[in-house]
């Protein structure tokens, strides 16, 4: 924790145990409602509900989307019905959707319970959408206009139910269907003369996204057109909700946070890390290091397979460390860089052949200048023989082309059958290689050393 925060923590705690309620309120109420979550996450719990019942409904409902998880639960059980109806009827209804996905069905029961009608429904609505979809992050909290609405008309209507929108500065424009036709701007419509269309000055070339549409790919919209705001619509193009530009980033960050984790052989979690116990933790990581340890069996068949060889020349023994850590560090090198070409929208499998192409080519480079600067410290430093040291050196850069092979295609082929395109980065990958390079390995040291 930063020592500001730190210290405006020991503050609050000073006011409430010197019950000075009126000053607590005071100082909370400047503060940014995710600033006052992170220190409500840290204070004592049982001084949680009286924190924040002290703060007005729409700072309170604010701050309670920030919290944690176990914060939430917490304050939750305990409150009363009232103040639970309160924060729920804050809330916008794709955060109230957010927390209930994250709680047991004791307390979504209640929260359900507490909402009102047309809240609960327009919940249930969106929580039947598949998880990870447009439909499930959307809000259906959105100002609507119609065509023929003059402006004067169009301002009227975001005055009067623009205050409950999550945002007003996009305007979409709907048919008597309820199917989109257009979009317009809070700055459009005040830069316009009073008794001007909407249909006369709205943009009829609007960007949505299916309500089915993969999450990721919906901020992937939002980078690619620097977006606020993006409609949803259903399968007859009836706009249903938005998705808005802070959604997105939360989208970006857990989809990066999940790629981050497959790619070091970790079960992704929502947890952050020092709220996930010992055993989370372990249940998390060790599937992977035992599937793993099984696969790496390979590599200990091919070495005892060789046994004698490398009994006669103990100088082989010397190079296997290098040659495996080589060829693991530049496969790792070319999947990190086709998963995040692949995240972000730059590769598609028909993509393929010209990133194999390219990759031969940095490889045949790569692995020239390892096997020359490998060559030259192997005659220097470890003094073998020059038979041992073309071995080496051979196999070195053919274990780079391997494995930047291996690493550009396997990333595509997993994307293409329908796999997560991370799990097969650096762990998969790197045993592969090992098993290849060390084949490779005593291929040549068979042929050169005759062995």
Not at 208 to 227: G, I, M, P, R, W
Request: aromatic share 8%; hydrophobic share 45%; proline share 3%.
């Amino acid at each position: 924790m930063d020592i500001r925060t730190y210290s405006i923590e020991q503050t609050l705690e000073a006011l409430f145990d010197e019950k000075k309620l009126s000053a607590l309120k005071d100082v909370l109420t400047t503060l940014n409602p995710y600033d006052i979550a992170n220190i409500f996450d840290e204070i004592h719990k049982e001084k949680l509900p009286m924190f924040f019942r002290l703060l007005p409904k729409e700072l309170a409902a604010e701050t309670f989307v920030e919290m944690g998880e176990e914060a939430q639960e917490y304050l939750i059980h305990a409150f009363s019905d009232r103040e639970l109806k309160e924060v729920v009827d804050e809330l916008y209804v794709d955060d109230a959707v957010d927390i209930i996905e994250e709680m047991p069905a004791n307390v979504v029961k209640r929260i359900l319970r507490q909402a009102d009608p047309e809240i609960r429904k327009s919940i249930n609505e969106i929580l039947k959408y598949p998880e990870d979809s447009a439909g499930s992050i959307m809000t259906v909290e959105y100002v609507s206009l119609r065509p023929k609405m003059t402006v004067e008309e169009a301002i009227k209507r975001i005055r009067r139910t623009g205050v409950d929108k999550e945002t007003i500065y996009t305007c979409y424009v709907t048919n008597n269907q309820n199917m989109l036709v257009g979009m317009i701007t809070a700055k459009t419509l005040l830069l316009a003369n009073e008794d001007d269309i909407i249909s006369d000055i709205m943009e009829t070339n609007v960007i949505s996204v299916n309500t089915l549409d993969d999450q990721e790919d919906v901020a992937l919209t939002f980078s690619k057109y620097n977006l606020l705001a993006l409609p949803v619509v259903d399968r007859e193009s009836r706009l249903v909700g938005i998705v808005t530009i802070d959604d997105a980033m939360d989208v970006m960050e857990d989809e990066a946070t999940e790629d981050i984790e497959k790619m070091a052989a970790i079960t992704p979690s929502d947890k952050p890390y020092l709220r996930t116990s010992v055993m989370e933790l372990f249940k998390a990581r060790i599937p992977w290091l035992l599937l793993l340890m099984i696969s790496a069996t390979f590599t200990g068949l091919i070495i005892s397979s060789f046994e004698k060889a490398l009994a006669s020349q103990l100088a082989l023994n010397t190079f296997i460390p290098m040659l495996m850590d080589t060829g693991g560090n530049s496969g790792s090198q070319a999947s990190v860089t086709i998963v995040r070409g692949l995240s972000l929208g730059e590769i598609e499998f028909k993509n393929i052949f010209k990133v194999l192409w390219k990759e031969i080519r940095v490889s045949v480079l790569c692995g020239i200048t390892l096997a020359l600067a490998s060559f030259v410290k192997i005659l220097i430093v470890d003094k073998v023989s020059l038979s041992i040291a073309l071995v080496v050196c051979l196999t070195l850069a053919c274990t780079v082309l391997f494995a930047k092979i291996v690493g550009c295609t396997l990333p595509m082929i997993a994307k293409k059958v329908g796999f997560d395109p991370a799990v097969m980065a650096s762990p998969f990958i790197t045993t592969i290689v090992d098993a290849l390079s060390l084949m490779v390995y005593f291929k040549f040291a068979s042929s050169i050393l005759g062995l």
